[in-house]
T-cell receptor, first 116, second 113 residues
């Protein structure tokens, strides 16, 4: 298995809803990432997990809450989002934080989130 | 600090013509360089990467890129494009000692039949 699987592919949520995005990989990668990509913009890093511990938080608002329950799974919990949070949310994984340049990142297809 | 500049936001090119997508970077330390492709409604797929060694790097789908340290460039080239190459292309860097993949603003390649 050489894929990163993200579910759901599309999500529409109201500003008072609570929802979660899920990311799964079975490549034995120990680093996992959340990126946010607005329309016609490059992906921007949100969070990095290394060995199930939060390693980097790029000053992301607390309405986004990441969770890494095990080495294969990464969640992003969403609560009280704003319409401007509508974007494509991409998950990625790599063998390890410091191995990423050599072995690369594997990206999922993303969850397209619309906040209404 | 680092930055990645993709000079062309859109590049239209006729099918079977050659194409070059430009990427320049700036960094106070050495970097690793990457090109990713994003098809509509898809994630990112790695085309090629430069870590060290030969400055000419060959990737998937017939793409290649050349690292030029003096010009701090990493331009992507393909000698003959296909309709299926229509996509968004991102240049990205990682500074040595860091682990954050930093993207340029992207170039939209449109192949015209």
């Amino acid at each position: 298995d050489t894929e990163v699987t993200q579910t759901p592919k599309h999500l529409v949520m109201g500003m008072t809803n609570k929802k979660s995005l899920k990311c799964e990989q079975h490549m034995g990668h120990r680093a996992m990432y959340w990126y946010k990509q607005k329309a016609k913009k490059p992906p921007e890093l949100m969070f990095v997990y290394s060995y199930e511990k939060l390693s980097i938080n790029e000053s992301v608002p607390s309405r986004f809450s990441p969770e890494c329950p095990n080495s294969s799974l990464l969640n992003l919990h969403l609560h009280a989002l704003q319409p401007e949070d509508s974007a494509l949310y991409l998950c990625a994984s790599s063998q390890g934080l410091w191995k990423a340049p050599n072995y690369g990142y594997t990206f999922g297809s993303g969850t397209r989130l619309t906040v209404v | 600090a680092q930055s990645v500049t993709q000079l062309d936001s859109q590049v239209p090119v006729f099918e079977e013509a050659p194409v070059e997508l430009r990427c320049n970077y700036s960094s106070s330390v050495s970097v690793y360089l990457f090109w990713y492709v994003q098809y509509p409604n898809q994630g990112l797929q790695l085309l090629l990467k430069y870590l060290s060694g030969s400055t000419l790097v060959k990737g998937i789908n017939g793409f290649e890129a050349e690292f030029n340290k003096s010009q701090t460039s990493f331009h992507l080239r393909k000698p003959s494009v296909h309709i299926s190459d229509t996509a968004e292309y991102f240049c990205a860097v990682i500074q040595t000692g860091a682990n954050n993949l930093f993207f340029g603003t992207g170039t939209r390649l449109t192949v015209i039949p």
